[in-house]
């Protein structure tokens, strides 16, 4: 079989389609995406006097799929070069291209006969070898490719995304009796290791694990808000992250989903099943009649929920399921929800609110839980080999924090087992035996270990040597050393890692003291270190607040030894004796990008949103950003022509005075913060291991600190550009007084100050032009304000 898919094709361009066309396009796969031939002329083809025989109207579906990729929001592509790998065709006049891809995956409508079709036709064209699969949601994988050859059928298998696929992180791997298991476990491999996925091996039915699970809990929650009378927003209120799930709690999610592709998802369970398990999947009354008014969330800007304007802003209003009506919102707070929410933890928020027996909110998430529990323990072996499968597909695919049995594990399976039964609910055998056995959690750990319960004894948990957990770690292990802001962890083969955990993982002086503790350790015992963490962002700059009441207060002495101390801890940072590879994700705003550009290296995820930001508040990088950026893009130039020095400080100037914060790792390479030698790791899971990996390699290759470097700047003249910039937006009414201010003290920090354009200065004279700018700007009134408003409302100010 082939070992690697270096092309891919993919079949059917709608949202899903178009979406892993693009995630595919996004790694770096050239792939082509085949849709019907059209079956009208549009009123701009006739005016042109086009025909179907023309190409650009056979193609239209597709290349119009195509470019609707840079409009939707999120944003399906990581860059707009991601559109130059996705080539355009049609299912009639381009099937014989599927014989030069190693992939082909089907994407067209949920309708067995027509995929049964389109694989016969597969079938004529491909080359022997050349693997194939599904992205059904439900449709038997078994039934597709019957009646196809027998190379195909055991290198057919389904492959289940999630929406949107650039995203959220669950893959669906659905094997039939006829794949090859060699197939199998290449997909799952790449699965994991090139399109970054958290892959499941799911079995053959009804909406295999996550959709069949995810959908029987929200018709559930459906059933019990209606029986006990409660409102739409009372029932997202406790069941979103106050129990582990998104924000968009329940119907929130729905709104975002689509309430039409619920019910079809539901309804393929429906005609599947029988018995009790049927009547729950029955679609209630109001959501049909919702369905019918087009009412289908998101979409159609109107829902479960409808967002109106008032007069004083916008409002967000409710559906009454009683009257279909839109009211305003609701929230549920009773005794149980006030005490939850003072738990640490999600684990005792939850096991505060079922124990609250009698309180109405209590009593809402128990008769939640409960069949979502019991549903999952009938359905091992059925949907999924262990139970694992199941907790992690729905951690992955729903976004909850603990799977089924992980959230059992939280509030007691005995005590919640003996409360079930005393409410006549029955109990799946298995568990009857497990708790007889004397057991009490399905999952335990042991010597660092993870072992979960199945078929009546427990199994370590399968480690995967490109995850490094830090809890773990430290459980086991323990630290080298520790304060408020930062740890500095040993993981393994000679590199220590720095994590942060403040507030927001905001750098303070605890973490500053750390990261040169850190270096100084490495120093004398260690290959090099990583600094990353695993948190829910890198970093989100400075102690914002801190420095607020510092400068209120004006203790402007303390602000300028805090500045010299952080630009002194970069400065350590990138001429560490030992490699320092920075490991960003998520949000890397302004001190987070001053940590990440000094590093020898940078291994960023994916996702990882990285600028400096500080003009937002009223401020210039302070940390020595602005020159690490400016150098950054000065390496990158290339060596072979001559460049203009002043494109490249323009260029910086524009990255800082716009806040320009990219929208993944590949953007943040065409801003200049990450480099060629830089690396991006596709799984956010893997990024820890892929900078210990960078770590050894540069360490292996005898690295050695970088020189000190002089700095070539524009001077006079490129800081009159600059300047004139600002202005004419100022004069456009882009720009106010204070935002010309702000602009004038960078333009004058990139020049060097009033010298003579190409003049060399020392890496320390543009540091002490940064923090002089920096000091001076924190003491404005006009930036205070700015400063103040972000801590409150989270949003700029614009004065």
Known sequence: MKQSIKRAAVLGSGVMGSGIAAHLANIGIPTLMLDIVPRALTEKEQAKGLTFEDKVVRNRIAEQSKQALVKQKPSPITSKKTLDLIEVGNMEDDFEKLAEVDWIIEVVVENLEVKKKVFANVDKYRSEGTIVSSNTSGISVEAMAADCSED????????????PPRYLKLLEVIPTKDTAPEVLEFMKRFGEDQLGKGVVEAKDTPNFIANRIGTYGLLVTVREMMKGNYRVGEVDS????????????????????????????ANNVHEQVDGEEKTVFEIPAFMKEMQDKGWLGAKTGKGFFLKQKGAEGSVILELNPETMEYEARGKLHTAATEMAKQQKGTRRKMKALINAEGDRAGDLVWSILKPVLLYSAELVGTIADDIVAIDQAMKWGFGWEMGPFESWDAIGVRESVERMQKEGAVIPEWIEKFLAQGNEAFYKAENGNVHYFHNGSYIEQEKNKKEIHLKQIKDTHGVIKKNTGASLIDVGDGVALLEFHSQSNAIGMDIIQMVNFALEEVERNYEGLVIGNQGKNFCVGANLAMML????????????????????????????????????????????????????????????????????????????????????????MPKDVDFDLSKVANNVFEKVAMAKVSTSA???????????????????DHLLFDAKQKVLALANSGYKAPMR?????????????MLLGAKTLQFGGFASDHDVKIAEKLAYVLSGGRIKAGTLIDEQVMLDLEREAFLSLIGEPKTQQRMQHMLLKGKPLRN
Not at 256 to 262: A, I, Y
Not at 709 to 721: F, L
């Open 152 to 163: 195909f059928r055991k290198h057919f298998l389904g492959t289940h995304f999630f929406n």
């Open 549 to 636: 009441m510092e400068a209120q207060d004006d203790n402007f002495f303390e602000l300028d030894m805090v500045v010299k101390q952080f630009q002194n801890m970069a400065t350590n940072i990138k001429y560490a004796n030992k490699p320092v590879v920075a490991a960003p994700f998520n949000m890397t705003l302004g001190g987070g990008a001053e940590v990440s550009l000094p590093a020898a290296r940078i291994q960023a995820s994916a996702e990882t949103y990285i600028g400096l930001v500080e003009f937002g508040v009223g401020l210039i990088p302070g940390g020595g950003g602005t020159k690490e950026l400016y150098l950054k893009m000065l390496r990158n």
């Open 709 to 721: 470097e002089k700095i070539p700047v524009v001077g006079d003249a490129g800081y009159a550009a």
């Open 238 to 265: 406790v069941t979103g992250p106050l129990i582990g799930r998104p924000k968009s709690a329940t119907f929130r999610t729905l709104d975002v989903v689509g309430l039409d592709t619920f019910i079809h998802v």
């Open 666 to 684: 590949a953007e943040a390479r065409e801003n200049g913060f990450l480099s060629q030698e830089d690396g991006i790791s596709v799984n956010p």
